[in-house]
């Protein structure tokens, strides 16, 4: 079954970068998409950052420039590297395989791991 563990968040002040990590299980890694979303307190969560099974990138608007999404196909693993992080990024971040379709946004899998805590102080 899908099994996806999320880790690297942390505690950083305004300004500053975090590299978050997210190892994954259960399908073919390589054959698909996959995303990063975030889910902040009393909201929804929403997707931020999408790579394709090709390495295309894409982006949620308010986090483009700042966020860099990339995937390493002989771990497994795909990775989030945050800069210039602003204290509406807090949030507990999740990853995903992604629904296919082109830069589709959805999630692939109703699993969903622990999370890992992004707080961002100002």
């Known amino acids: 079954q899908v099994q996806l563990v999320e880790s690297g968040g942390g505690l950083v002040q305004a300004g500053g970068s975090l590299r978050l990590s997210c190892a994954a299980s259960?399908?073919?890694?390589?054959?698909?998409?996959m995303g990063w979303f975030r889910q902040a307190p009393g909201k929804e969560r929403e997707f931020v950052a999408g790579i394709s099974w090709t390495g295309g990138t894409y982006y949620k608007d308010s986090v483009k420039g700042r966020f860099t999404i990339s995937r390493d196909n002989a771990k497994n693993t795909v990775y989030l590297q945050m800069s210039s992080l602003k204290p509406e990024d807090t949030a507990v971040y999740y990853c995903?395989?992604?629904?296919?379709?082109?830069?589709?946004?959805?999630?692939?899998?109703?699993?969903w791991g622990q999370g890992t805590q992004v707080t961002v102080s100002s």
């Open positions: 995903n395989f992604l629904r296919a379709g082109y830069r589709n946004t959805v999630a692939g899998s109703d699993y």
């Open positions: 259960g399908r073919t890694f390589s054959s698909y998409a």
